[in-house]
C-alpha cells in the first residue's frame, strides 16, 4: 500500500539551531514529492517540487533533498518565524496514467526565541 | 489579487441544515481541489476539478457532499444535513496542467456544527 510517513511529529528546536524533517514514502510511480508550510489556520503554503533522487531545492533558511525512499527538509540557522507544520505529499502513477496524491501528517515545529 | 480565495472564512451551524462554501481559484488554472483537514491530520482528499469535469471523487465522500464548477472558474462546496462529526477546515487549491503539480492553497473554511 502506498505510504507517506513523516517524522518526527514534531520538533522543538532553540533559534538557531539547525535540523531536519523527513518524509520517507513506500510508493510506487513516483512523480513528484511536494514540501507545504501551514501556520495555523491558515491553508498551506507551497515551498518545494522535487522529482529525482538527487534534486535539491533551496529557499532562504530551507533546503529539500530527495532520495530514491525519503526526502529531508533542511533548516538551517532557524528563526521563530519558521515555527508552522510543514507536510509533504507525494505524487504517484496508478493503473495507467492515473494520478493521485498522498499526504503525510506534518512535522510541527517550533523555534524558541 | 492573484491568490486563491475562499468564502466564508468561518461558518457555524447546526445539526442538520445545509451549507455552502465558495472557492475562487488562480485565475489561469484549470485544476481545482477541495480537501477537508482536521486538527493535527494532512490534508484529507475530497474531489477535483479539471475545468468543469469533476474527475474525482473520494470514496470515503458521503453523498451528504457535493461540488460543482459550472463554468470551469470557480467552485462551490455544498454539505447537506451537516453533523457534528462534518466539523473541520475545508480547504481549497487550484493547480495548472495535467496532472497533481504544485498546487496553491486558500485560507480555508471553518465549519463547526453545533
Known amino acids: 500500500e502506498d505510504q507517506v510517513t513523516q517524522s518526527p511529529e514534531a520538533l522543538r528546536l532553540q533559534e538557531g539551531e539547525s535540523s531536519s524533517l523527513n518524509c520517507s514514502y513506500t510508493v510506487s510511480g513516483l512523480r513528484g514529492l511536494f514540501w507545504y508550510r501551514q501556520d495555523p489556520g491558515k491553508g498551506p503554503e507551497f515551498l518545494f517540487t522535487l522529482y529525482s533522487a538527487g534534486e535539491e531545492k533551496e529557499k532562504e533558511r530551507l533546503k529539500a533533498t530527495l532520495t530514491k525512499k525519503e526526502s529531508f527538509l533542511h533548516i538551517t540557522a532557524p528563526k521563530p518565524e519558521d515555527s508552522a507544520t510543514y507536510l509533504c505529499?507525494?505524487?504517484?502513477?496508478?493503473?495507467?496514467?492515473?494520478?493521485?496524491?498522498?499526504w503525510g501528517l506534518g512535522t510541527s515545529l517550533a523555534v524558541n526565541p | 489579487d492573484t491568490g486563491v480565495s475562499q468564502n466564508p472564512r468561518h461558518k457555524i451551524t447546526k445539526r442538520g441544515q445545509n451549507v455552502t462554501f465558495r472557492c475562487d481559484p488562480i485565475?489561469?488554472?484549470?485544476?481545482l481541489y477541495w480537501y477537508r483537514q482536521t486538527l493535527g491530520q494532512g490534508p484529507e482528499f475530497l474531489t477535483y476539478f479539471q475545468n468543469e469535469a469533476q474527475l474525482e471523487k473520494s470514496r470515503l465522500l458521503s453523498d451528504r457532499f457535493s461540488a460543482e464548477r459550472p463554468k470551469g472558474s470557480f467552485s462551490t462546496l455544498e454539505i447537506q444535513r451537516t453533523e457534528q462529526g462534518d466539523s473541520a477546515m475545508y480547504l481549497c487549491?487550484?493547480?495548472?496542467?495535467?496532472?497533481?503539480?504544485?498546487?496553491?492553497f486558500g485560507p480555508g473554511t471553518r465549519l463547526t456544527v453545533l
Open positions: 487549491a487550484s493547480s495548472w496542467g495535467q496532472a497533481h503539480n504544485e498546487q496553491f
Open positions: 505529499a507525494v505524487q504517484v502513477i496508478f493503473a495507467g496514467n492515473n494520478r493521485k496524491l498522498i
Open positions: 485565475s489561469e488554472h484549470n485544476r
